[in-house]
Protein backbone atom coordinates (compact mmCIF):
# COMPACT_ATOMS: atom_id res chain seq x y z
CA UNK A 1 0.00 0.00 0.00
CA UNK A 2 2.87 2.11 0.65
CA UNK A 3 4.17 1.67 -2.66
CA UNK A 4 1.04 2.46 -4.04
CA UNK A 5 0.79 6.04 -2.75
CA UNK A 6 4.76 6.30 -3.60
CA UNK A 7 3.97 5.39 -7.01
CA UNK A 8 0.76 8.28 -7.22
CA UNK A 9 3.23 10.82 -6.05
CA UNK A 10 6.32 10.11 -7.89
CA UNK A 11 4.84 12.41 -10.25
CA UNK A 12 5.32 15.57 -8.19
CA UNK A 13 9.18 16.47 -8.48
CA UNK A 14 11.07 19.13 -6.16
CA UNK A 15 10.49 21.85 -8.18
CA UNK A 16 7.19 21.46 -8.07
CA UNK A 17 6.79 21.73 -4.48
CA UNK A 18 9.00 24.73 -4.39
CA UNK A 19 7.02 26.55 -7.01
CA UNK A 20 3.62 25.35 -4.38
CA UNK A 21 5.91 26.58 -1.60
CA UNK A 22 6.22 30.18 -3.43
CA UNK A 23 2.90 31.08 -4.12
CA UNK A 24 1.30 30.23 -0.69
CA UNK A 25 4.74 32.22 1.23
CA UNK A 26 3.29 34.79 -1.57
CA UNK A 27 -0.02 34.69 -0.02
CA UNK A 28 0.69 34.28 3.64
CA UNK A 29 3.30 37.38 3.42
CA UNK A 30 1.11 39.72 1.89
CA UNK A 31 -2.12 38.40 4.30
CA UNK A 32 -0.66 38.35 7.23
CA UNK A 33 1.52 41.55 6.66
CA UNK A 34 -1.28 43.17 5.73
CA UNK A 35 -2.59 42.87 9.19
CA UNK A 36 -0.48 45.36 11.00
CA UNK A 37 -0.73 48.25 8.39
CA UNK A 38 -4.56 47.73 8.27
CA UNK A 39 -4.86 48.17 12.30
CA UNK A 40 -2.62 50.46 12.68
CA UNK A 41 -4.22 52.86 9.67
CA UNK A 42 -7.67 52.25 11.70
CA UNK A 43 -6.24 53.08 14.86
CA UNK A 44 -5.01 56.47 13.72
CA UNK A 45 -8.31 57.43 11.22
CA UNK A 46 -10.21 56.58 14.58
CA UNK A 47 -7.82 58.88 17.00
CA UNK A 48 -8.13 61.14 14.20
CA UNK A 49 -11.63 61.45 14.03
CA UNK A 50 -12.06 61.89 17.80
CA UNK A 51 -10.04 64.78 17.79
CA UNK A 52 -11.65 66.37 14.67
CA UNK A 53 -15.29 66.02 16.17
CA UNK A 54 -14.11 67.34 19.19
CA UNK A 55 -12.01 69.82 18.65
CA UNK A 56 -13.56 70.69 14.27
CA UNK A 57 -11.50 74.00 14.02
CA UNK A 58 -8.11 71.58 13.91
CA UNK A 59 -9.37 69.56 10.88
CA UNK A 60 -6.54 70.67 8.49
CA UNK A 61 -3.73 70.10 11.05
CA UNK A 62 -5.44 66.71 12.29
CA UNK A 63 -5.75 65.62 8.94
CA UNK A 64 -2.43 66.49 7.48
CA UNK A 65 -0.58 64.44 10.49
CA UNK A 66 -3.11 61.40 10.12
CA UNK A 67 -2.32 61.10 6.38
CA UNK A 68 1.59 60.70 7.83
CA UNK A 69 1.46 58.71 10.20
CA UNK A 70 -0.85 56.39 8.15
CA UNK A 71 1.44 56.72 5.23
CA UNK A 72 4.59 55.50 8.02
CA UNK A 73 2.66 52.90 9.45
CA UNK A 74 1.80 51.15 6.15
CA UNK A 75 6.08 50.61 5.47
CA UNK A 76 5.56 47.23 6.63
CA UNK A 77 2.87 46.02 4.45
CA UNK A 78 4.78 47.83 1.39
CA UNK A 79 7.63 45.55 2.47
CA UNK A 80 5.79 42.47 2.86
CA UNK A 81 3.72 43.77 -1.35
CA UNK A 82 7.54 44.18 -2.05
CA UNK A 83 8.32 40.77 -0.67
CA UNK A 84 5.71 39.15 -2.25
CA UNK A 85 6.72 40.19 -5.54
CA UNK A 86 10.32 39.02 -5.50
CA UNK A 87 9.10 35.39 -4.04
CA UNK A 88 6.56 35.64 -7.43
CA UNK A 89 8.60 36.88 -10.03
CA UNK A 90 12.18 37.08 -8.95
CA UNK A 91 12.72 34.16 -6.98
CA UNK B 1 0.39 32.34 -16.25
CA UNK B 2 2.43 34.25 -13.90
CA UNK B 3 5.56 34.38 -16.42
CA UNK B 4 2.68 35.97 -18.53
CA UNK B 5 1.88 38.84 -16.20
CA UNK B 6 5.29 39.52 -15.95
CA UNK B 7 5.65 39.67 -19.49
CA UNK B 8 2.93 42.20 -20.03
CA UNK B 9 3.92 44.32 -17.34
CA UNK B 10 7.34 44.30 -18.70
CA UNK B 11 5.58 45.46 -21.58
CA UNK B 12 3.50 48.01 -20.22
CA UNK B 13 6.77 49.60 -18.98
CA UNK B 14 8.70 48.77 -21.81
CA UNK B 15 11.79 47.43 -20.31
CA UNK B 16 14.47 48.74 -23.44
CA UNK B 17 17.66 48.34 -21.64
CA UNK B 18 20.91 50.65 -23.09
CA UNK B 19 24.30 49.36 -21.59
CA UNK B 20 27.06 51.77 -22.26
CA UNK B 21 30.67 49.86 -21.65
CA UNK B 22 32.73 52.54 -19.98
CA UNK B 23 36.34 51.57 -18.87
CA UNK B 24 35.29 48.01 -18.12
CA UNK B 25 32.26 49.23 -16.19
CA UNK B 26 28.55 48.73 -17.28
CA UNK B 27 26.19 51.45 -17.29
CA UNK B 28 22.95 50.34 -17.96
CA UNK B 29 19.88 52.75 -18.90
CA UNK B 30 16.34 52.11 -18.82
CA UNK B 31 15.05 53.68 -21.91
CA UNK B 32 11.53 53.72 -21.24
CA UNK B 33 12.11 55.58 -17.70
CA UNK B 34 14.23 57.91 -19.03
CA UNK B 35 12.42 58.82 -21.72
CA UNK B 36 8.62 59.34 -19.23
CA UNK B 37 10.50 60.90 -16.81
CA UNK B 38 12.01 63.25 -19.62
CA UNK B 39 8.28 63.99 -20.72
CA UNK B 40 7.63 64.98 -16.69
CA UNK B 41 10.21 67.30 -16.81
CA UNK B 42 9.10 68.86 -20.04
CA UNK B 43 5.51 69.32 -19.07
CA UNK B 44 6.60 71.14 -15.52
CA UNK B 45 8.70 73.26 -17.73
CA UNK B 46 6.44 73.79 -20.48
CA UNK B 47 3.66 74.61 -18.19
CA UNK B 48 5.69 76.89 -15.85
CA UNK B 49 6.82 78.91 -19.27
CA UNK B 50 3.21 78.88 -20.35
CA UNK B 51 1.70 80.40 -17.07
CA UNK B 52 4.77 82.67 -16.35
CA UNK B 53 2.82 84.66 -19.14
CA UNK B 54 -0.05 85.60 -16.98
CA UNK B 55 1.74 86.74 -13.93
CA UNK B 56 2.81 89.97 -13.08
CA UNK B 57 4.73 90.90 -9.64
CA UNK B 58 3.87 93.42 -7.94
CA UNK B 59 -0.03 92.09 -7.41
CA UNK B 60 -2.36 94.26 -9.48
CA UNK B 61 -6.14 95.69 -8.22
CA UNK B 62 -7.79 92.95 -10.38
CA UNK B 63 -5.66 89.82 -10.78
CA UNK B 64 -6.02 87.83 -13.88
CA UNK B 65 -7.65 84.65 -14.09
CA UNK B 66 -4.67 82.49 -14.34
CA UNK B 67 -2.73 84.31 -11.29
CA UNK B 68 -5.68 83.77 -8.96
CA UNK B 69 -5.78 80.51 -10.06
CA UNK B 70 -2.20 79.57 -9.04
CA UNK B 71 -1.91 81.91 -6.28
CA UNK B 72 -4.83 79.88 -5.21
CA UNK B 73 -2.92 76.43 -5.58
CA UNK B 74 0.37 77.93 -4.06
CA UNK B 75 -1.23 78.99 -0.96
CA UNK B 76 -2.67 75.40 -0.59
CA UNK B 77 0.49 74.09 -0.89
CA UNK B 78 2.28 76.32 1.53
CA UNK B 79 -0.39 76.55 3.90
CA UNK B 80 -0.28 72.26 3.97
CA UNK B 81 3.78 71.78 3.46
CA UNK B 82 5.34 75.24 5.32
CA UNK B 83 3.65 74.94 8.01
CA UNK B 84 5.51 72.09 9.48
CA UNK B 85 8.75 73.37 9.05
CA UNK B 86 10.70 74.84 12.12
CA UNK B 87 11.24 78.04 11.30
CA UNK B 88 9.94 81.05 9.15
CA UNK B 89 13.00 81.03 7.49
CA UNK B 90 13.79 77.55 7.17
CA UNK B 91 10.10 77.07 5.04
CA UNK B 92 10.77 80.31 2.45
CA UNK B 93 14.13 78.55 1.61
CA UNK B 94 12.81 75.25 1.55
CA UNK B 95 9.23 75.49 0.01
CA UNK B 96 10.58 75.53 -3.74
CA UNK B 97 12.43 72.11 -3.46
CA UNK B 98 9.74 70.55 -0.98
CA UNK B 99 6.86 71.79 -3.76
CA UNK B 100 8.84 70.57 -6.69
CA UNK B 101 9.22 67.61 -5.48
CA UNK B 102 5.59 67.02 -4.77
CA UNK B 103 4.72 68.21 -8.30
CA UNK B 104 7.33 66.24 -9.67
CA UNK B 105 6.02 63.36 -7.89
CA UNK B 106 2.33 64.04 -8.57
CA UNK B 107 2.90 64.40 -12.42
CA UNK B 108 4.81 61.48 -12.54
CA UNK B 109 2.54 59.32 -11.06
CA UNK B 110 -0.31 61.06 -13.12
CA UNK B 111 1.28 59.66 -16.05
CA UNK B 112 0.04 56.50 -15.94
CA UNK B 113 -3.59 57.27 -16.55
CA UNK B 114 -2.48 58.17 -20.08
CA UNK B 115 -2.33 55.31 -21.82
CA UNK B 116 0.79 54.32 -23.67
CA UNK B 117 2.13 56.10 -21.12
CA UNK B 118 4.13 54.84 -17.56
CA UNK B 119 4.90 56.41 -14.23
CA UNK B 120 8.72 56.81 -13.92
CA UNK B 121 8.32 56.52 -10.39
CA UNK B 122 7.57 52.88 -10.72
CA UNK B 123 11.06 52.36 -11.34
CA UNK B 124 13.02 51.94 -7.99
CA UNK B 125 15.58 53.87 -9.70
CA UNK B 126 14.07 56.99 -9.81
CA UNK B 127 12.30 56.78 -6.00
CA UNK B 128 16.03 56.19 -5.00
CA UNK B 129 17.37 59.00 -6.63
CA UNK B 130 14.49 61.29 -5.26
CA UNK B 131 15.11 60.12 -1.83
CA UNK B 132 18.61 60.16 -1.70
CA UNK B 133 18.20 64.17 -3.10
CA UNK B 134 16.10 65.05 -0.02
CA UNK B 135 19.09 62.64 2.40
CA UNK B 136 21.57 64.88 0.79
CA UNK B 137 19.60 67.76 1.42
CA UNK B 138 18.76 67.38 5.05
CA UNK B 139 22.13 66.58 6.08
CA UNK B 140 24.12 69.45 3.97
CA UNK B 141 21.12 71.55 6.04
CA UNK B 142 21.74 70.12 9.00
CA UNK B 143 25.88 70.49 8.92
CA UNK B 144 25.06 74.61 7.78
CA UNK B 145 22.39 75.27 10.49
CA UNK B 146 24.07 73.67 13.51
CA UNK B 147 27.78 73.05 12.06
CA UNK B 148 30.00 69.83 12.08
CA UNK B 149 30.81 69.25 15.06
CA UNK B 150 27.04 69.18 16.63
CA UNK B 151 26.16 67.41 13.42
CA UNK B 152 28.42 64.68 14.05
CA UNK B 153 27.79 65.10 17.93
CA UNK B 154 24.25 64.00 17.09
CA UNK B 155 24.78 60.82 16.00
CA UNK B 156 26.10 60.25 19.49
CA UNK B 157 22.57 60.86 21.11
CA UNK B 158 21.53 60.79 23.61
CA UNK B 159 24.49 57.99 24.37
CA UNK B 160 27.70 57.19 22.63
CA UNK B 161 27.06 53.52 22.36
CA UNK B 162 23.79 54.32 20.33
CA UNK B 163 26.05 55.38 17.18
CA UNK B 164 24.92 52.08 15.87
CA UNK B 165 21.42 52.40 15.95
CA UNK B 166 21.51 55.69 14.71
CA UNK B 167 23.47 55.38 11.35
CA UNK B 168 20.89 52.62 10.90
CA UNK B 169 18.57 54.74 11.55
CA UNK B 170 19.50 57.52 9.65
CA UNK B 171 20.08 54.70 6.54
CA UNK B 172 16.73 53.34 6.80
CA UNK B 173 15.37 56.81 6.41
CA UNK B 174 15.78 57.34 2.25
CA UNK B 175 15.03 53.51 2.41
CA UNK B 176 11.65 53.80 3.52
CA UNK B 177 11.25 56.85 1.48
CA UNK B 178 12.09 55.24 -1.66
CA UNK B 179 10.15 52.07 -1.02
CA UNK B 180 6.79 53.46 0.08
CA UNK B 181 6.29 55.19 -3.33
CA UNK B 182 7.41 52.91 -5.65
CA UNK B 183 5.84 49.74 -4.21
CA UNK B 184 2.45 51.99 -3.75
CA UNK B 185 3.00 53.26 -7.27
CA UNK B 186 3.65 49.14 -8.34
CA UNK B 187 0.69 47.58 -6.42
CA UNK B 188 -1.49 50.03 -8.18
CA UNK B 189 -0.37 49.24 -11.51
CA UNK B 190 -0.45 46.07 -11.08
CA UNK B 191 -4.06 45.94 -9.92
CA UNK B 192 -4.94 47.53 -12.80
CA UNK B 193 -3.01 45.46 -15.26
CA UNK B 194 -4.09 41.94 -13.25
CA UNK B 195 -7.88 43.17 -13.77
CA UNK B 196 -7.49 44.19 -16.97
CA UNK B 197 -5.92 41.11 -18.18
CA UNK B 198 -7.51 38.28 -15.93
CA UNK B 199 -10.75 39.79 -15.21
CA UNK B 200 -12.70 42.74 -16.02
CA UNK B 201 -11.31 43.94 -19.84
CA UNK B 202 -13.81 46.31 -20.23
CA UNK B 203 -15.63 49.45 -17.84
CA UNK B 204 -14.22 48.61 -14.54
CA UNK B 205 -10.13 49.26 -15.11
CA UNK B 206 -10.91 52.96 -16.06
CA UNK B 207 -12.36 53.41 -12.89
CA UNK B 208 -9.52 51.59 -11.14
CA UNK B 209 -7.23 53.38 -12.87
CA UNK B 210 -8.91 56.60 -11.71
CA UNK B 211 -8.28 55.52 -8.19
CA UNK B 212 -5.22 54.35 -8.28
CA UNK B 213 -3.41 56.40 -10.63
CA UNK B 214 -5.04 60.00 -9.59
CA UNK B 215 -6.31 59.59 -5.85
CA UNK B 216 -3.67 57.38 -4.73
CA UNK B 217 -0.89 59.16 -6.86
CA UNK B 218 -1.91 62.52 -5.01
CA UNK B 219 -1.74 61.11 -1.94
CA UNK B 220 1.19 59.51 -2.04
CA UNK B 221 2.87 62.63 -4.15
CA UNK B 222 1.55 64.66 -0.54
CA UNK B 223 2.95 61.93 1.37
CA UNK B 224 6.24 62.03 -0.23
CA UNK B 225 6.62 65.91 -0.24
CA UNK B 226 5.50 65.50 3.92
CA UNK B 227 8.20 63.20 4.54
CA UNK B 228 10.79 64.84 2.81
CA UNK B 229 9.62 67.78 5.15
CA UNK B 230 9.98 66.02 8.27
CA UNK B 231 13.31 64.48 7.77
CA UNK B 232 14.54 68.21 7.30
CA UNK B 233 12.70 69.09 9.71
CA UNK B 234 14.27 66.34 12.11
CA UNK B 235 17.81 66.53 10.66
CA UNK B 236 18.38 70.57 11.35
CA UNK B 237 16.69 70.29 14.81
CA UNK B 238 18.63 71.34 17.72
Given at each position: ?18 L ?6 A ?6 G ?52 V ?5 | ?10 H ?5 I ?15 T?I ?13 L ?41 AA ?14 L ?16 I ?11 I ?18 F???Y ?63 V?A ?13
Amino acid sequence: MLQEAGNAVSGISGADIALAAKYVAAGLCMGIGAIGPAIGEGMAAAHALDGMARQPEMQGALLRTMVLGQAISETTGIYSLLIAIVLLFVV
Amino acid sequence: MFEQLAGLLTHLGEKRIAVLHLGGFEIRFDIMTLIMSWIVILLLVGLALLLRKGLKQPVEEKPSRTQAALDGMIDLLKGQLSDNFASERLAARMFPFVSTLFLYVLLSNWLSVVPYLSSPTQNINITFGLALLVFIMSHVLAVRHKGTRKWLKGFLEPYAFMLPINLVGEIAKPLSHAFRLFGNVLAGTFLVTVIMVKFVPIALPPVLNIIFGLFFGAIQAFVFAILAVAYINVAVEE
